[in-house]
């Protein structure tokens, strides 16, 4: 089982502090993956010379509407970084007109970053909240048609739904999101922005997160799949401390 340990580049100084709290935990980490946030400095592939490439995998995302096709953008950077692996996610809009963007759908990017690079670790995202079972499963079987190796999903909350994930997703690398929420203001938002729905047990408290984490990374190993950190506005210290790799 791989595990992802996901850094948001809100500052290099952010970065640098996260990462080195990674390089400490005696952990089974081998992966560094990077989201691409609009309203941050830094984007994702630029971190690709602070870390460490021969102990971790890297993995920037990449938002399919800040690429337009055929303009060889994309590549360009696949190429001066020498990545080996991305994500790519649709991406939400600018906020305000900071940046100009695209309507370039994510299949089609990676149906073209596909064919540029036959080699290349293609990773999409998948969101078990986003809309139903089928409706997600369709839109996965259609980036894995167009080059789709693996996957990251949004974070579970509910053990039920990732049993049933796991079924559709054999023989395909995916990683389990696993993003701890231990405020009931981070709880509301999730329910708000993302669309979660809560099981009932669900508890906004440290234990109840340590305890989802532990089930989450049995169920993994057990069928072949991989799980990734998001961890967002915690105490890493308090959390990881009591996390058994």
């Known amino acids: 089982m791989n595990i992802s340990f996901e850094i948001v580049p809100r500052s290099l100084e952010a970065f640098d502090q996260q990462y080195q709290f ?25 971190l690709a010379a602070r870390i460490d490439r021969s102990q971790y995998r890297f993995v920037p995302h990449f938002r399919a509407i800040d690429f337009k096709l055929g303009s060889g953008d994309l590549f360009r950077i696949i190429d001066d970084y020498q990545l080996d692996s991305v994500l790519l996610v649709t991406g939400d809009p600018p906020e ?15 149906r073209a970053v596909r064919q540029r690079y036959p080699a290349l670790n293609i990773y999409a995202g998948f969101d078990p909240h986003r ?25 579970f909350y509910d053990m039920r739904m990732i049993e049933i994930y796991a079924e559709q997703m054999q023989g395909l690398e995916t990683y389990i999101g696993i993003s701890p ?40 190993a057990a069928n072949d799949l991989h799980v990734y950190f998001m961890p967002i506005r915690i105490d890493l210290d308090r959390y990881f401390q009591q996390i058994r790799f």
């Open 22 to 46: 990674v390089q400490q935990l005696d952990s089974g980490i081998n992966t560094i993956n990077v989201p691409d946030i609009q309203r941050f400095d830094t984007r994702s592939w630029e």
């Open 96 to 110: 305000g007109l900071k940046r100009a963007y695209y309507n370039t759908d994510v299949v089609d990017l990676i």
């Open 181 to 220: 929420i231990t405020t009931k203001a981070s709880m509301n938002y999730w329910e708000v922005k993302n669309k979660v729905k809560f099981p009932k047990n669900f508890q906004p408290d440290y234990q109840w997160n340590v305890d989802f984490a532990h089930q989450v990374m049995a169920l993994a």
């Open 131 to 155: 809309s139903g079972v089928q409706d997600e499963c369709d839109y996965i079987q259609r980036k894995v048609d167009a080059g789709a190796g693996g996957f990251f999903s949004q974070p």
